[in-house]
């Protein structure tokens, strides 16, 4: 499996951004998909995270700001982030789980909040 993350960018405090992540290769063995993020100095952490099924997951920091969807079609995973804060500020990642592999990574892309 190969993951792409696009959107990343610079946005002002309360602004939005999507990101989007294109997968190709094996996904039809892909059960869980999710975006994490690592801000310089801290460590990888869950963003949000959805199920084949449909259930999603989010990190308390980012419950009622951000959304994670996926196209099933396009094979593409989506972050639509609002009222986004300095804290936000990181290199995110898509992953995605399949059963006994190792998780996928995409490459990550870079989202600066400030004024």
């Known amino acids: 499996v190969q993951l792409q993350a696009f959107g990343g960018g610079l946005v002002q405090p309360g602004g939005s951004l999507t990101l989007s992540c294109e997968a190709s290769?094996?996904?039809?063995?892909?059960?869980?998909w999710g975006w994490y993020r690592q801000a310089p100095g801290r460590q990888r952490e869950l963003v949000a995270s959805i199920r084949h099924s449909g259930g999603a997951n989010y990190g308390d920091h980012v419950k009622g700001r951000f959304t994670i969807s996926r196209d099933n079609v396009k094979n593409t995973l989506y972050l639509q982030m609002n009222s986004l804060n300095v804290e936000d500020t990181a290199v995110y990642y898509c992953?995605?789980?399949?059963?006994?592999?190792?998780?996928?990574w995409g490459q990550g892309t870079l989202v600066t909040v400030s004024s």
């Open positions: 290769g094996g996904v039809s063995s892909i059960y869980v």
């Open positions: 992953n995605a789980v399949s059963i006994g592999a190792a998780p996928y």
